[in-house]
């Protein structure tokens, strides 16, 4: 029987810096396997980052429905089956094999409240209006200790066998570990709002530009829009404060009106930048979300791409720290192994999105006219945009001459016991087999489910919906070695 490793009374099994959706989803997802959580945020409680982010794609709803949270969400937001770009271009959602066969636009905060309520009842103990200050570990301790500095000008460190820092593109956690964040500024002086419009568009969502003014409109189903600007000739600091009629203007040059705007409730300026830092892993210690990468706001992939770290690395801290792998140090190396890959590929598709809404001059436009013919008409390139975008084609370098559903998405599966998403909601590996099979005996909690019908592949399901073990022939052996590892 395996053990949960003691720690000091002064010693928490992880600490995370940052409240936003990375770090809530991570430390809900610990806290709820039992272990020891502190969540440190420099924002006083109630006080919501200025959201930027609004889309939540499918392969998000689908890790939120494994939590038991996609549901009510859904029904804050306004589902598109469809995102038109450019007057021309096309993506439907409909065919997508999942429950969420769309993009969900929800603001930020809505995410935020159901992860954060979440987190507060399995027991996360947050700390606001705290700041991190200095990080030490040694090689030869099992912990790394956090300087602290509270609001009122009071320190104090504290101990945790892990540290996450899921503190945004300003990572403090970052910057005290001494890391690079390589990249580039590739917008500058973006103008974000949430209005009301009198009158509404024609399409659900609407974005085009000229070549020298881009924008983007997007409703959240509740009378407000989300409304992004840019202006070629208007590049000013993000200092500078930004107006309503500067986004009017910017609209009627895009889109050919401002559909009456009025009332911002809240506007923002802002620049974009492409930067990735080297190593998600520094000994003890975890970069996640913002922290980790940063792109352009264009597919709307930011926050999506820092609760799908989040999932991906809660599961490997439980395991190591509840004594669960023969290899922790493999299994928490596999964190930056598998989510790198994936932090580039967004840098590199949200980019060329944002470049192909700048485009400017001939040459550029026509360059913008073929991509976007060809993914109107050719199905196989539309549906590998659409795969990655919704994050459903994502997959991960499984092991040459392994099964070739390995480190794949497994599909929300109609099971005999339910559905998989439901069964994942204890955070252990679900074992699928066929419906004949015994529950093994295995070193770790697992749930046991079996097909419906008559087929024979046996899955091994990590805790984040990606197939980690397959055969199409019963093999205990290689099962029992795959649960080991």
Known sequence: MTTTPSTSPDTVDVLVVGAGPTGLLLAGDLA????????????????????????VH???????????????????????????????????????????????????????????????TAGVRFRHETRLTSLHQSPASDTVTAGLREADGGTSTIDARY?????????????????????????????LADVRLAKEPPGVLTVDGDGDAFAFIAPFGDGWFRVMGWDRGHQSADSTPADLEELRGVARRALGTDYGMHDARWISRFHSDERQVPAYRTGRVFLAGDAAHVHSPAGGQGMNTGLQDAANLSWKLAAVLRGHTASPEALLDSYHEERHPVGAQVLRSSGALIRLAMAKGPLQRAARTAA?????????????????VSGLAISYAAPRGTHPLTLRRAPDL???????????????????????TPTPATPTPLAHAHWKDGRTTTLLIRPDGYIAWASERPDPAALQAALTR
């Open 32 to 55: 709820a396997q039992g272990l020891s959580v502190t969540l440190v945020e420099r924002r006083p409680h109630g006080i919501s980052n200025v959201t930027r982010a609004f889309a």
């Open 372 to 388: 976007t013919t060809l993914l109107s008409h050719v199905r196989p390139a539309s549906g590998k945009v659409i795969g990655m």
């Open 414 to 436: 109609s099971l005999r016991e339910g559905r998989l998403h439901q069964l994942l909601r204890g955070g252990t590996f679900t074992l699928v087999t066929p419906a004949d």
């Open 163 to 191: 540290l996450v820092g899921t503190d945004g593109v300003r990572s403090q956690v970052r910057e005290v570990l001494g890391l690079p964040f390589p990249g580039v500024s590739v917008i500058r002086s973006l103008v």
């Open 58 to 120: 499918a392969r998000t709803l689908e890790l939120l429905d494994a939590r038991g949270l996609a549901d009510e969400l859904v029904g804050a937001g306004t589902p598109l089956s469809s995102i038109r770009f450019f007057g021309r271009l096309s993506l439907d959602l409909s065919g997508l094999r999942t429950r969420f066969p769309f993009v969900l636009i929800a603001p930020q905060y809505e995410v935020e409240r159901l992860l954060e309520r979440r987190a507060r």
